[in-house]
């Protein structure tokens, strides 16, 4: 009955991939010096809602170059108009609206992105409608209705 010349071999079953993904066994495999294959994948995991989505053949068909829209020149020298009547420097304008100095430079050269919660901080700050038809007038002060 007892036959030291065979061998039985008992095998473990393969591991399941997601189990083989498990910190634990990405680590047990690295103390065993397997080599470790790991790869950050685009977007894995992430909120998808707010991923910009690659519309790969709109842009094919875009044949003009692709650049934001910026804030006209007239909005800029009235921002510059109206600081420089308030006595304000664009530094002290930009920290009034919780801002970077950089966003009113930007903003009076004609090169910034207009934002309409920034233009509405600089409206009320300096007096003036930047927006709409009627850009230029001064704001009447809140409460006061047109009757």
Do not use: C, F
Not at 4 to 28: C, G, Q, R, Y
């Amino acid at each position: 009955m007892s036959d030291w010349d065979t061998v039985t071999v008992l095998k473990k079953k393969t591991p399941k991939a997601s189990t083989m993904k498990t910190e634990k066994a990405v680590n047990a495999a690295r103390r065993q010096g397997i080599a470790v294959d790991t790869q950050l994948k685009w977007g894995a995991g992430s909120n998808k809602q707010h991923v910009t989505t690659k519309n790969t053949a709109k842009l094919d068909r875009e044949t003009e170059e692709l650049k934001h829209d910026t804030i006209s020149l007239d909005v800029g020298k009235i921002i510059q108009q109206g600081r420089q009547l308030k006595g304000l420097s664009q530094k002290e304008l930009a920290t009034k609206i919780n801002e970077k100095p950089q966003v009113i430079t930007d903003y009076e050269a004609g090169k910034g992105i207009p934002n309409n919660v920034i233009l509405g901080k600089i409206e009320r700050v300096i007096g003036t409608k930047l927006r709409g038809k009627d850009k230029g007038k001064p704001m009447l002060p809140i409460g006061s209705g047109k009757n």
